[in-house]
């Protein structure tokens, strides 16, 4: 009973490291809308299954109405993140967490700006937390720079503005 006094000795308070914000963005020759659409619908077909998944190489991610999920070849499905906001051609907007909020949670936006008149400027903008890690098998972090350069090079590649 000589801890419920106030004179006993307050462990040492450790505050919550911040989340950093993160952006990174690409120029593609594509229209917004085309741009936008070949994120969405066509994210099966560019996404780095091979670095950037939990099942590895033959599985593959789809964007449906409310989720982002990955598929194994065996029907297996996780999902990686719920879609908050979804304008086209403007912004998809994720809360992304791997299916598992007890593992921590961020939000990821994707917005497509145009350019020119026939050009994108697409941005992924993320948070993470420094030296998050997770005892789970299924739980990657995101190399969004990975990810955005193979969707450039899907769409044509990416386009240099000086």
Request: with cysteine; net charge negative.
């Amino acid at each position: 009973m000589h801890n419920l006094f106030s004179h006993t000795h307050e462990p040492d308070y450790i505050s919550p490291r911040d989340a950093e914000q993160f952006e990174q963005s690409v120029v593609v020759d594509v229209p917004d809308m085309q741009a936008f659409d070949g994120f969405a619908d066509s994210i099966h077909l560019w996404w780095p299954v091979a670095e950037q998944s939990v099942f590895g190489d033959g599985s593959h991610v789809a964007l449906l109405s409310d989720h982002l999920v990955e598929e194994s070849e065996d029907d297996e499905e996780v999902l990686w993140a719920d879609i908050v906001e979804l304008k086209a051609p403007t912004l998809i907007s994720f809360h992304w967490t791997l299916g598992e909020e007890t593992l921590g949670s961020h939000d990821v936006d994707v917005k497509f700006e145009a350019v020119h008149d026939t050009m994108t400027r697409v941005t992924i903008s993320w948070e993470q937390t420094p030296d998050r890690h997770s005892d789970s098998g299924n739980v990657f972090v995101c190399d969004w720079s990975l990810i955005l350069s193979r969707y450039a090079r899907f769409m044509g590649g990416a386009v240099q503005l000086d």
